[in-house]
């Protein structure tokens, strides 16, 4: 497929009503939000049944809870769409890369849209929350491995933030790749050291409010339940620079050497995909 803007009527956020599976089964319990702008989305997908967690860190989950967490999903990347065909192209996955393709047929029943897997059996079914208003902004942070951006791969995603409207969905990728064609519950399993564990579930994803939540930028839902209620950021550590087509972003982190704990400060340049208005990070 040749990539190429999605349509206006895919952009915005929508939440998923149900799914029907080829064996049977059908899921209309499962929280699914998936926010769409032009070229990029993000998505993000938790079980009714996830607990909800009150530990700061995963080093004290107990194995049942780190597995409850582990059947949890969630993408971000590109989105290609060609003649009511649409491919979404995972650059950073919560669960191993599997060999199919993420590929579905869309069409309309009166005001649901419909989604029918092409490679896989699958009908989701799909109603819109909000359209955004027009305003969507997409940022991506990536290794610095080019200055190219059209040669950016899936190989070197790092984060991804994704607008629409007063809406977003965040992704921080982990720092290492998980082996394919399996599930993270498998890797859970087969990790025998605790450490390997807490790294297969540090993959954040996002969903929530930038400016009309309880906080700016408050986090309702995410892959780390932890984050849950809190704030993504501050916009006070963020400085944009339309001129650079990017955002720098001042992250703060515990020295933990120094004796007297001193924070450091790192820079973090966020490339500029889409911009909106702007008025998300003004407060």
Same mark, same amino acid.
């Given at each position: 497929?040749?990539?190429?803007?999605?349509?206006?009527?895919?952009?915005?956020?929508?939440?998923?009503?149900?799914?029907?599976?080829?064996?049977?089964?059908?899921?209309?319990?499962?929280?699914?939000?998936?926010?769409?702008?032009?070229?990029?989305?993000?998505?993000?997908?938790?079980?009714?049944?996830?607990?909800?967690?009150?530990?700061?860190?995963?080093?004290?989950?107990?194995?049942?809870?780190?597995?409850?967490?582990?059947?949890?999903?969630?993408?971000?990347?590109?989105?290609?769409?060609?003649?009511?065909?649409?491919?979404?192209?995972?650059?950073?996955?919560?669960?191993?890369?599997?060999?199919?393709?993420?590929?579905?047929?869309?069409?309309?029943?009166?005001?649901?849209?419909?989604?029918?897997?092409?490679?896989?059996?699958?009908?989701?079914?799909?109603?819109?929350?909000?359209?955004?208003?027009?305003?969507?902004? =997409?940022?991506?942070?990536?290794?610095?491995?080019?200055?190219?951006?059209?040669?950016?791969? =899936?190989?070197?995603?790092?984060?991804?933030?994704?607008? =629409?409207?007063?809406?977003?969905?965040?992704?921080?990728?982990?720092?290492?790749?998980?082996?394919?064609?399996?599930?993270?519950?498998?890797?859970?399993?087969?990790?025998?050291?605790?450490?390997?564990?807490?790294?297969?579930?540090?993959?954040?994803?996002?969903?929530?409010?930038?400016?009309?939540?309880?906080?700016?930028?408050?986090?309702?839902?995410?892959?780390?339940?932890?984050?849950?209620?809190?704030?993504?950021?501050? =916009?006070?550590?963020?400085?944009?620079?339309?001129?650079?087509?990017?955002?720098?972003?001042?992250?703060?982190?515990?020295?933990?050497?120094?004796?007297?704990?001193?924070?450091?400060?790192?820079?973090?340049?966020?490339?500029?995909?889409?911009?909106?208005?702007?008025?998300?990070?003004?407060?």
């Amino acid at each position: 497929m040749m990539a190429s803007a999605v349509p206006d009527w895919l952009r915005g956020l929508w939440k998923r009503l149900s799914i029907e599976t080829g064996d049977g089964q059908r899921d209309t319990e499962t929280q699914v939000f998936y926010l769409q702008t032009s070229t990029c989305f993000g998505d993000l997908r938790i079980p009714i049944d996830r607990p909800g967690l009150t530990q700061a860190s995963f080093s004290s989950l107990a194995l049942a809870d780190a597995l409850a967490l582990s059947r949890q999903q969630g993408f971000a990347g590109i989105t290609q769409f060609e003649q009511g065909c649409c491919q979404w192209m995972r650059y950073i996955d919560y669960q191993p890369p599997q060999p199919v393709r993420d590929i579905g047929l869309l069409y309309w029943d009166n005001d649901i849209l419909i989604e029918e897997g092409i490679d896989q059996i699958y009908r989701e079914e799909w109603q819109k929350v909000d359209d955004g208003n027009g305003d969507y902004t =997409a940022l991506v942070l990536t290794e610095a491995l080019t200055d190219d951006p059209s040669s950016h791969s =899936a190989t070197n995603w790092q984060a991804s933030l994704v607008i =629409a409207g007063d809406y977003f969905v965040y992704t921080q990728n982990r720092s290492f790749s998980l082996p394919s064609n399996g599930s993270l519950t498998d890797c859970l399993l087969q990790a025998t050291a605790p450490e390997k564990q807490q790294d297969y579930l540090a993959c954040e994803i996002s969903f929530g409010h930038c400016r009309s939540g309880r906080v700016p930028w408050e986090i309702q839902r995410s892959t780390i339940p932890q984050r849950e209620g809190s704030a993504l950021w501050s =916009a006070s550590d963020l400085t944009i620079d339309l001129e650079n087509q990017r955002v720098l972003q001042a992250t703060h982190q515990n020295d933990s050497g120094e004796v007297e704990r001193k924070m450091q400060q790192e820079i973090r340049e966020w490339q500029i995909w889409e911009w909106g208005t702007g008025q998300v990070f003004v407060f």
